[in-house]
T-cell receptor
């Protein structure tokens, strides 16, 4: 399967724990985007990364959230000290370049904070 | 604040009819426009991309772009019950920007 992969597909955490979401882009893609979708709402941009670089993190909360895309391995979205309001679907998308290139989405990770 | 606006619906059309979905955007310099389909509980799936003014057709789908009016639409001909989903309009910032801004989506119901 050469598509965008995300894991885990479902993640349950208690308040105060850490959530770590992983995304492997489509083969040949070097640009990764993370989005958050609350129930019955649209996709909200969080962060855009290339290998080893954060290009635009203007959509990401300043505290508790961080993202990385190392030279080797998947992109990671980390949420520290989760709160109930973090419960959402987190989607990763990848593209071969920025600008006009189409983004292809992974299946998402559904995070539930108890 | 750059915005992409869609009518949330639901839009209900009978099977075989034409469904018309509309979207307006605020950033006049936007260059790239996309329509995604999202079934409940699933991830967005690209249907169409359009970059130039005018119409672009792909099977039963036609995307229309009018940059002067900052308006993009999606027409679905011969609508099928399987087309029932939420349709998301997405707009890339002007060249040099990195974000894709998504509308909140229009829910479409196609009645058999």
């Amino acid at each position: 399967n050469a598509g965008v992969m995300q894991n885990p597909r479902h993640l349950v955490r208690r308040r105060g724990q850490e959530a770590r979401l992983r995304c492997s882009p489509m083969k040949g893609h070097s640009h990764v985007y993370w989005y958050r979708q609350l129930p019955e709402e649209g996709l909200k941009f969080m962060v855009y990364l290339q290998k080893e670089n954060i290009i635009d993190e203007s959509g990401m909360p300043k505290e508790r959230f961080s993202a990385e895309f190392p030279k080797e391995g998947p992109s990671i979205l980390r949420i520290q000290q989760v709160v109930r309001g973090d419960s959402a679907a987190y989607f990763c998308a990848s593209s071969s370049s920025r600008g006009q290139e189409t983004q292809y989405f992974g299946p998402g990770t559904r995070l539930l904070v108890l | 604040q750059k915005e992409v606006e869609q009518n949330s619906g639901p839009l209900s059309v009978p099977e075989g009819a034409i469904a018309s979905l509309n979207c307006t955007y605020s950033d006049r310099g936007s260059q790239s426009f996309f329509w995604y389909r999202q079934y409940s509980g699933k991830s967005p799936e690209l249907i169409m991309s359009i970059y130039s003014n005018g119409d672009k057709e792909d099977g039963r789908f036609t995307a229309q772009l009018n940059k002067a009016s900052q308006y993009v639409s999606l027409l679905i001909r011969d609508s099928q019950p399987s087309d029932s989903a939420t349709y998301l309009c997405a707009v890339n910032e002007r060249t040099g920007g990195f974000k894709t801004i998504f509308g909140a989506g229009t829910r479409l119901f196609v009645k058999a």
